[in-house]
């Protein structure tokens, strides 16, 4: 649902096409029939942007019809847990949580808690630049626990009962008004995956940014993630939410972010104003239970990595060098700045962002405010090259060649998590330098030209340890370096650390991420291994690293009972051997790995021992995995549908149309569409085609790509190309407020109208790889979108407006 | 052809030939060469030097003429000679590249010996006149030796349709040029060249049934209407008033020769166009399946 | 005799996913130049046929209506057939076209003169002559490759093994297992197309398994190697051209000069 895996993931792929001929049965849900719908038994055309209240739909048959795994429930969900008497359901107001401030479009996020937590629930802030921070907080759990539980799951303030009422409006009708997915159908998915549910089968979900790419994104995985907790199909083999990333190493540059909320390994960046001292962000941040409770380890080796010798435990282990965040700095809040001619200067290191991403008019307009760019790409992308049509730019624009990835070394981090080494193939040509060049002579030169400062803000970069061997005719710093220090090391020796449990918040061990400590165990380079599939398990443990300690399944003792032995024999994956005394199986235990079943925390206990030998999910406080999220998320506890903030109907579930937490910006250039709007009937969704890749960099310039897709085209159903007088082939014009673009028509059985409220829906698809550059050049169909967020992420809503379409070019 | 076959966006299965104009001119020049030869020799040895002279340069233009149309339609004209790297029975363009070799040689020397008494004409001859005749049918065998439905399936009639077009032009051309006192055998020849021409015509086109068409449409329909009423006029006036009129004599020989050339084109069209339409190449193949089949 | 086995291709259409990675890894690894940046419309394929400048083509075949449940997205990558008894090579003046120890049928480049014939006789209308270049070009089953031990580009870069490499013995039992165990999973359609050593061209070195008739994917359903039937050819040719001479001499039989 939400991906369209064979073309976006077709390597990946080959694995569906595995399981199928061994009898899995493939359901695609999409608004369109793509190469995955061709491969799989059925395919459930629904309406874009409506996934929630297909899988709400889903979790009230499960609970209605009883078909939830209920002893995995009892015992690692927090189905059990009451819920502060605070908590007001949507159900109470129409499609609001508590704690709404309708000033601020936010929520406060107190009464969400669990019963007992309410006091302290003060970690709010976070949340409000909408940063995730990790386990509930502001309380103590005895035994890992929360205070009040209820292990009949009758009580109705429990998490079941309430989530109970939450979904008990999705039913198959709502179903078929609110997606088009005609009831019976939507009956037979949901047989479908109940049926391969449970103890004995397990069903995974794959989602990819069909799902992410709306102002509710991030609700729609927890509403899977519920539907699989309920069914039992986390932490088991053959289950599972699998999130298919992005470009190649899209995965390790969330968990290195180049986000400005968070640190490497997930930790928080500390905010101004709260976090002064390193001994208030792991107040914040380390909950005493579960592994966040090692928090401090993890960021006092980070700064050990970062700073070396200089961080010491007298100056905070140079705490005060990282920054604060005092606001959203996201992408398109830099945008909006940008256009506010408020900022300076924009370095742009593989992104081109004028063709992918929403609103390209105001991306060209704003980077024209600029005093400077940095351009460091393989081509002169459209980002690049903006000012060419913009006579009166000043911006001073630098494009850099950048070096590719087979003339460099490094890791990928996949979808996985896995970490594989690529060797560097050639030398690249001419001035082309990779990154890790760039960055480390970038800073090279800044410290020597800062090197006689006496300005304090200067120190952080000054005292950096910036020593890294370099290789090869352009000095290129070792990749391999760079890798064993963010795999950590002791201070004391200089050798390497093999595991995360290993850190220490003493000073006496550096590491740079301490999700991928290990990763040079034994001073080896662990994620180079490429030992064959058919020369070891089923698992491979031995191809690659995955982070942590090369776990290949996260939260893995769920696939074991509470008593430790495996669920069922088909599905044995680890165990508890009692003889050895110690947690056994195919992968590497994701749970301590003496830590017995009946394993019950002393009262002083913190930190993963705090847990019980029964709860599985290790980094959550109450070691349980979570139906109802009492934090972490800006925008409500549980999914609820909302309407995408542009839609051809009104929120047939509740009173509150959208998202109320979404971020918006409504002005003359990004205006939105009103419900309903005549002039924009019509439900568009941009998406990628395999023949390309995104804002088109690494493809349009290359033949043997641009000849098998050479134009922007958009597609639509015969029936809409009816109403509307669009010719096969032939030009048609797609407006919107912020934009027209025009596009080869290609008219297909492959886009369906679908019957929604009442009224037939026609969806209108657009792959949005073009731009204006290159060999096979085009429109973008970024043009069309507006700014309109999610709340948690930021991620722009691209899989879901409105618009109207033409025949015909657009007017020059 | 009216049946429905299914077919991949209505693209066609295969490739449309490659050759050029060139190649047609080729098969009519060749042609009327290989044909003369035969000619020349039993002219001259039924003591008609006139005609026997004039066929002897007939076959040598040709044969001259017609290498040089080849190596242009060629991709690669400098490597023409790769032609003769190889001699093989699988191909009839490698027989007839070999042929041609031989004959245009054997003329050569023919004509040596024939117009400047050089050494070796007598031997030359009958050789030339024995190779002329392969040179102007092995075209129809090359051509039919392709995938290209009524080429393929017409593998019957055209050999014999091109030596008889070739006879026709043949003789027409030294209709036209020898003296009405020794043209007879060349009238006969062009006469009895294009009766032979449209009667094969005929039963080609109606044994092919529903592939007959493309005979019948675009380029390759007008062409051959023409053809068919030019050989068919000129046959009439070599036949009659033509045998006493040199004017009327010379006018027919000239039809025919245009219509010859015509029909030519005609067969080449046709290929191209059963070649660009998959109902041609699926079609007969779906019968041939479902008769096999029953 | 050596022990060399043919070499072929077994391509799984029922598998294939369209993702053209065949298509891109034989032109990268061949150096095949572009072939033109057209929009054709034909569903996802923007390729068209395979030709002098395309070795792998992946056909898009979009069926029924949206309406019905049983639409269906056809995929399948089409290439060279290397015959058993491979009209193109048959009928190549030059011989440039050759018959490797593989057991495959590839041009010689620097003997082809580009006359054409082969590019007529193919069944398939595989093989065609590059305007720039002006000799004849198609899949050479990455001869070169083979010569190394390496599996062709095209095999090797398939996700879904829909292109399968091997011996040739070997994948037709491969593809009878397949074809059955897919008929027996209730796609009645599955039908091997080449497989057959009787049929019109001697079974392909590269055959299929289709979904559907092979029309359908712009192949032909009876391919038949013209040169099956030269001999007869042949023979006519021969009594036309002795009715030539016999023609001639009745000409000049007559009592006029
Ligand atoms: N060939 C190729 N591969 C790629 C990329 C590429 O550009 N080209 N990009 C890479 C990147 S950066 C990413 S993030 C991934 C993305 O991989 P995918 O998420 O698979 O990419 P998309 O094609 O954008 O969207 C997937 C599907 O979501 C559907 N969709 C749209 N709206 C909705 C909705 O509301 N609900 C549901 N259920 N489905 C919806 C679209 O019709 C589309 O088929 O692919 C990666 N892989
Ligand atoms: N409408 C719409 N918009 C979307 C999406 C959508 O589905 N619909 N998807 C969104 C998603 S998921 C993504 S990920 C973005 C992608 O959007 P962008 O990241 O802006 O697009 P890319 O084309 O992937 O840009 C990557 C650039 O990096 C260059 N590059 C490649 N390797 C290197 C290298 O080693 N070094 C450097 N310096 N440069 C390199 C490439 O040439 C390319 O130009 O688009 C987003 N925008
Ligand atoms: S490009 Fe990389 S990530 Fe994408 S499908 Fe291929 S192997 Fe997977
Ligand atoms: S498919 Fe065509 S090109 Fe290939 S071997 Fe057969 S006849 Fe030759
Ligand atoms: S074009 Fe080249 S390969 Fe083809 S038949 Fe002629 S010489 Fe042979
Ligand atoms: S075998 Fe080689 S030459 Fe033939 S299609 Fe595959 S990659 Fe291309
Ligand atoms: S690489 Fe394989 S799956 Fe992809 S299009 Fe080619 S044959 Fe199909
Ligand atoms: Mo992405």
């Given at each position: 649902m939400g991906s369209n895996m064979a073309e976006n993931h077709p390597v990946g792929f080959q694995w569906v096409m595995e399981a199928k001929r061994r009898g899995a049965r493939i359901i695609h849900?999409?608004?369109?029939?793509?190469?995955?719908?061709?491969?799989?038994?059925?395919?459930?055309?629904?309406?874009?942007?409506?996934?929630?209240?297909?899988?709400?739909?889903?979790?009230?048959?499960?609970?209605?019809?009883?078909?939830?795994?209920?002893?995995?429930?009892?015992?690692?969900?927090?189905?059990?847990?009451?819920?502060?008497?605070?908590?007001?359901?949507?159900?109470?107001?129409?499609?609001?949580?508590?704690?709404?401030?309708?000033?601020?479009?936010?929520?406060?996020?107190?009464?969400?808690?669990?019963?007992?937590?309410?006091?302290?629930?003060?970690?709010?802030?976070?949340?409000?630049?909408?940063?995730?921070?990790?386990?509930?907080?502001?309380?103590?759990?005895?035994?890992?626990?929360?205070?009040?539980?209820?292990?009949?799951?009758?009580?109705?303030?429990?998490?079941f009962q309430i989530l109970k009422r939450h979904f008990s409006r999705y039913t198959p009708e709502m179903v078929e008004e609110v997606c088009g997915v005609p009831r019976e159908r939507f009956l037979e998915v949901a047989e479908a995956v109940c049926d391969n549910s449970g103890r004995e089968r397990t069903t995974a979900f794959v989602y990819s940014v069909g799902w992410t790419q709306h102002t509710v994104g991030v609700q729609y995985i927890r509403a899977a993630s519920i539907l699989q907790l309920l069914l039992g199909n986390i932490g088991r083999p053959g289950g599972g939410i699998l999130a298919l990333r992005g470009h190649a190493s899209i995965q390790g540059s969330t968990d290195i972010p180049t986000l400005f909320n968070i640190l490497p390994g997930y930790l928080p960046m500390p905010s101004a104003g709260s976090e002064d001292d390193l001994a208030d962000w792991i107040q914040l941040s380390s909950p005493p239970t579960g592994y966040w409770g090692h928090a401090g380890d993890y960021m006092t080796s980070l700064l050990k990595a970062w700073w070396g010798p200089v961080a010491t435990e007298d100056n905070d282990y140079c705490f005060d060098y990282l920054p604060r965040i005092d606001s959203d700095h996201s992408a398109y809040a830099a945008l909006l700045r940008m256009d506010a001619a408020e900022v300076e200067g924009y370095l742009v290191m593989g992104e081109n962002p004028v063709v992918g991403a929403a609103n390209g008019k105001l991306w060209?307009?704003?980077?024209?405010?600029?005093?400077?760019?940095?351009?460091?790409?393989?081509?002169?992308?459209?980002?690049?090259?903006?000012?060419?049509?913009?006579?009166?730019?000043?911006?001073?624009?630098?494009?850099?060649?950048?070096a590719s990835h087979v003339e460099k070394s490094g890791s990928f981090t996949n979808t996985q998590r896995l970490l594989q080494w690529h060797h560097q193939a050639i030398e690249p040509p001419g001035d082309c330098r990779s990154e890790l060049w760039f960055m480390y002579h970038l800073g090279r030169r800044v410290r020597e030209r800062l090197r006689d400062s006496d300005d304090p803000k200067d120190r952080p970069v000054l005292d950096l340890t910036w020593e890294y061997p370099t290789e090869g005719p352009s000095a290129d710093p070792s990749a391999e370096a760079v890798l064993r220090e963010i795999s950590g090391y002791r201070i004391a020796d200089g050798t390497a650390l093999d595991a995360y449990q290993q850190l220490a918040d003493d000073g006496s061990t550096a590491c740079g991420c301490w999700i991928y400590c290990g990763v040079y165990a034994n001073d080896e380079n662990q994620a180079a291994r490429r030992r064959p599939g058919s020369e070891q398990t089923w698992v491979a443990p031995d191809w690659g690293w995955a982070w942590p300690l090369n776990r290949r399944i996260l939260y893995n003792r769920a696939s074991a009972d509470p008593s430790g032995r495996p669920w069922s024999e088909r599905k044995r994956y680890v165990?508890?051997?009692?003889?050895?005394?110690?947690?056994?199986?195919?992968?590497?235990?994701?749970?301590?790995?003496?830590?017995?079943?009946?394993?019950?925390?002393?009262?002083?206990?913190?930190?993963?021992?705090?847990?019980?030998?029964?709860?599985?999910?290790?980094?959550?406080?109450?070691?349980?995995?979570?139906?109802?999220?009492?934090?972490?998320?800006?925008?409500?506890?549980?999914?609820?549908?909302?309407?995408?903030?542009?839609?051809?109907?009104?929120?047939?579930?509740?009173?509150q149309q959208s998202n109320p937490a979404r971020r918006q910006r409504a002005r003359a250039d990004n205006a939105y569409h009103r419900v309903g709007d005549e002039r924009f009937p019509f439900v568009f969704t941009t998406y990628r085609l395999t023949e390309h890749h995104t804002a088109g960099g690494m493809s349009r310039w290359l033949p043997y790509l641009s000849e098998l897709q050479p134009e922007f085209f958009v597609e639509v159903s015969p029936a809409l190309a009816a109403l509307r007088g669009l010719r096969h082939r032939e030009w048609a014009t797609v407006s919107t407020l912020r934009a027209e673009v025009e596009a080869r028509v290609l008219v297909t059985e492959r886009i369906t109208p679908l019957r929604v409220s009442d009224r037939e829906i026609h969806q209108i698809g657009l792959p949005y790889h073009w731009g204006e550059n290159g060999l096979a050049r085009g429109d973008s169909a970024n043009d069309l979108l507006s700014l309109a967020l999610d709340p948690n992420v930021q991620i722009g809503e691209y899989k879901a407006a409105t618009c109207d379409i033409r025949p015909g070019r657009r007017p020059r | 052809m009216s049946v429905e076959v299914r077919t991949y966006h209505g693209r066609q299965v295969l490739k449309t030939p490659v050759w050029t104009p060139e190649v047609p001119w080729y098969f009519f020049v060749g042609g009327m060469a290989g044909a003369a030869a035969p000619l020349a020799l039993g002219a001259g040895m039924s003591g008609r030097p006139a005609l026997a002279r004039r066929a002897w340069l007939l076959a040598l233009a040709g044969v001259g003429i017609s290498p040089v149309l080849l190596i242009s339609d060629l991709g690669r004209?400098?490597?023409?000679?790769?032609?003769?790297?190889?001699?093989?029975?699988?191909?009839?363009?490698?027989?007839?590249?070999?042929?041609?070799?031989?004959?245009?040689?054997?003329?050569?020397?023919?004509?040596?010996?024939?117009?400047?008494?050089?050494?070796?004409?007598?031997?030359?001859?009958?050789?030339?006149?024995?190779?002329?005749?392969?040179?102007?049918?092995?075209?129809?065998?090359?051509?039919?030796?392709?995938?290209?439905?009524?080429?393929?399936?017409?593998?019957?009639?055209?050999?014999?349709?091109?030596?008889?077009?070739?006879?026709?032009?043949?003789?027409?051309?030294?209709?036209?040029?020898t003296p009405a006192e020794e043209a007879g055998p060349a009238r006969r020849l062009a006469f009895a060249g294009s009766a032979a021409a449209l009667a094969l015509l005929e039963t080609m086109e109606r044994r092919l049934g529903p592939l007959g068409e493309p005979y019948r449409e675009g380029d390759a329909g007008r062409f051959g209407k023409a053809a068919k009423a030019l050989i068919g006029a000129g046959a009439l006036g070599l036949g009659t008033l033509g045998r006493k009129s040199r004017a009327v004599a010379a006018a027919s020989a000239a039809a025919v020769l245009a219509g010859a050339a015509l029909e030519r084109w005609s067969v080449f069209r046709a290929g191209f166009q059963s070649a660009e339409d998959p109902k041609y190449v699926v079609g007969p193949q779906r019968e041939r399946v479902a008769a096999r089949g029953a | 005799m050596s022990a060399q086995q043919r070499m072929g291709f077994f391509t799984d259409t029922s598998v294939c996913i369209g993702c053209k990675a065949c298509e891109v890894a034989c032109k990268e690894w061949n150096d095949v130049p572009e072939d033109g940046l057209e929009f054709t419309g034909q569903s996802y394929d923007n390729t068209g046929e395979l030709g002098a400048s395309t070795?792998?083509?992946?056909?898009?075949?979009?069926?029924?209506?949206?309406?019905?449940?049983?639409?269906?997205?056809?995929?399948?990558?089409?290439?060279?057939?290397?015959?058993?008894?491979?009209?193109?090579?048959?009928?190549?003046?030059?011989?440039?076209?050759?018959?490797?120890?593989?057991?495959?049928?590839?041009?010689?480049?620097?003997?082809?003169?580009?006359?054409?014939?082969?590019?007529?006789?193919?069944?398939?209308?595989?093989?065609?002559?590059?305007?720039?270049?002006?000799?004849?070009?198609?899949?050479?089953?990455?001869?070169?490759?083979?010569?190394?031990?390496?599996?062709?580009?095209?095999?090797?870069?398939?996700?879904?093994?829909?292109?399968?490499?091997?011996?040739l013995e070997d994948l037709r039992v491969r593809a009878q297992g397949r074809v059955e165990e897919l008929q027996a999973d209730g796609v009645a359609e599955a039908r091997l197309y080449g497989d057959d050593p009787s049929d019109g061209v001697g079974g392909f070195g590269a055959f299929f398994l289709l979904l559907d008739d092979p029309e359908v994917y712009g192949l032909p359903p009876d391919p038949v190697s013209t040169t099956r039937d030269l001999p007869d050819l042949w023979k006519h040719t021969a009594l036309a051209a002795g009715a030539l001479v016999a023609g001639v001499a009745a000409a000049l039989v007559g009592r006029s000069r």
């Open positions: 849900i999409d608004p369109r029939f793509s190469r995955t719908s061709a491969m799989a038994h059925d395919h459930v055309p629904l309406r874009a942007g409506s996934d929630i209240a297909f899988l709400g739909a889903l979790i009230n048959y499960a609970i209605t019809n009883d078909r939830c795994f209920r002893e995995y429930v009892c015992a690692y969900t927090n189905a059990i847990t009451i819920v502060s008497d605070d908590f007001r359901d949507t159900e109470d107001l129409d499609g609001l949580f508590s704690g709404f401030e309708s000033e601020s479009c936010k929520y406060a996020l107190g009464s969400w808690q669990y019963k007992g937590f309410e006091a302290g629930a003060a970690a709010g802030h976070r949340e409000l630049i909408g940063e995730q921070a990790h386990g509930a907080h502001g309380g103590h759990l005895a035994h890992g626990d929360p205070p009040y539980v209820d292990h009949t799951l009758e009580d109705p303030r429990c998490v060209r307009k704003a980077l024209g405010k600029l005093k400077w760019l940095v351009v460091r790409d393989l081509v002169e992308v459209e980002t690049a090259s903006f000012w060419r049509d913009q006579p009166d730019c000043q911006t001073e624009v630098f494009l850099l060649p950048a165990w508890w051997d009692d003889a050895d005394g110690k947690w056994t199986g195919e992968d590497v235990p994701d749970f301590v790995a003496d830590k017995a079943p009946d394993y019950d925390p002393p009262e002083d206990a913190q930190a993963e021992k705090a847990l019980r030998g029964d709860e599985p999910f290790i980094m959550q406080a109450d070691g349980r995995a979570w139906l109802y999220a009492p934090s972490g998320l800006v925008d409500g506890p549980m999914p609820t549908h909302y309407e995408p903030q542009e839609s051809p109907i009104d929120n047939l579930l509740y009173g | 004209p400098e490597r023409f000679h790769n032609m003769l790297r190889v001699f093989k029975v699988t191909s009839p363009m490698s027989v007839g590249s070999w042929a041609l070799a031989g004959f245009g040689t054997a003329t050569a020397i023919a004509v040596g010996g024939e117009l400047l008494g050089l050494p070796g004409g007598a031997a030359a001859k009958p050789v030339a006149a024995a190779l002329g005749p392969v040179v102007s049918t092995y075209t129809a065998a090359l051509i039919a030796d392709t995938a290209i439905p009524v080429w393929h399936e017409a593998r019957t009639e055209l050999p014999f349709l091109f030596a008889a077009t070739s006879a026709a032009s043949a003789g027409a051309a030294l209709t036209l040029v | 070795w792998r083509h992946v056909a898009f075949v979009e069926q029924g209506s949206a309406d019905d449940m049983d639409f269906r997205w056809l995929m399948s990558s089409d290439v060279c057939k290397h015959c058993t008894s491979a009209a193109c090579l048959e009928v190549c003046p030059t011989g440039a076209l050759f018959r490797t120890e593989f057991g495959t049928v590839v041009v010689q480049p620097d003997v082809c003169n580009g006359c054409g014939y082969c590019v007529a006789a193919c069944p398939f209308g595989v093989i065609d002559r590059r305007e720039e270049d002006g000799r004849a070009w198609k899949c050479t089953l990455c001869y070169d490759r083979l010569k190394d031990g390496l599996e062709p580009a095209c095999a090797k870069a398939c996700p879904t093994d829909s292109i399968q490499f091997g011996e």
